[in-house]
């Protein structure tokens, strides 16, 4: 009799970071997604010192602040998703990036509750008998001028903090092509600088000088979103 041996199995590789990785990559383009939106949305409420006093246009505000309050959930998720891949190469490093992502969010959320409360004073005070108009508008500006400061330490500041840490990682790795983690360790410089020369006093959130030094993290962040969600990361085999 002849014992025939069975044929041999093909064997599937999977890869056990692919989940976290497209995750990660997914929650980036979700700040992308949503930050612009909320921009243009909250701009009623920016542009005008008097809006508390005014008609307004609330629910396009709020709108707008629902936008970033998922902006702010998006930065915690991706750093939370990619923390078990990137410990492996520098545990410090990888918990300081899901800290600086956490304090982004938590700085954008001061914003967001301080342009509802200029949408419920309006609501509540504006046009009421004894209301002081005068009273009312210095505390609304007040309240747009929190928001203002919170762009500028949170979403302005912190995603440097974050390429630093990440674009480290990254860049060690070797898990995504080194010119993408690089135009984040080149930009955050450029960007912290631009920022400290705004708080003294010698440049502006919306100067030339500003949007140039943003650039580069922006495409950072916008780079790693979209090859973690469509390529995830090279095998770390290959890269020992």
């Given amino acids: 009799m002849t014992i025939t041996a069975p044929a041999p199995t093909a ?3 999977t890869d056990p970071d692919r989940g976290h990785v497209r995750a990660a990559g997914i929650f980036y ?5 949503a930050s612009f939106p909320a921009l243009f949305l909250i701009g009623p409420v920016l542009n005008d010192h008097n809006y508390i006093l005014g008609a307004g246009q609330d629910t396009r505000v709020l ?3 629902l936008l970033d309050f998922v902006n702010a959930l998006a930065g915690i998720g991706s750093a939370v998703a990619l923390f078990p891949v990137m410990k492996r190469y520098k545990e410090s490093l990888a918990l300081g990036f899901v800290t600086s992502r956490t304090v982004e ?3 954008i959320m001061i914003g967001v509750v301080s342009l509802v409360a200029v949408v419920t004073l309006r609501q509540d005070l504006a046009g009421a008998q004894g209301t002081d108009s005068a009273a009312l508008a210095t505390v609304g500006r007040a309240l747009v001028e929190v928001r203002n400061w919170t762009f500028l330490f949170g ?3 912190m995603p ?4 630093i840490l990440l674009g480290t990682l990254m860049y060690r790795s070797r898990r995504v092509p080194r010119f993408i983690p690089a135009m984040g360790l080149v930009g955050a410089p450029l960007l912290l600088t631009a ?3 705004t708080v003294l006093g010698h440049n502006t959130q919306l100067s030339t000088w500003s949007a140039a030094a943003t650039a580069p993290v922006a495409l950072w962040e916008l780079s790693i979103g979209i090859y973690m969600t469509f390529k995830g990361l090279k ?3 290959l890269n020992q």
């Fill in 235 to 237: 095998p770390a085999s």
């Fill in 160 to 163: 440097a903090i974050s390429a």
């Fill in 195 to 197: 920022n400290i020369l």
């Fill in 105 to 107: 969010a938590a700085v």
């Fill in 63 to 65: 709108w707008g602040c």
């Fill in 11 to 13: 064997t599937v590789t």
């Fill in 29 to 33: 383009l979700v700040t992308f997604a």
């Fill in 155 to 157: 979403p302005g500041t």
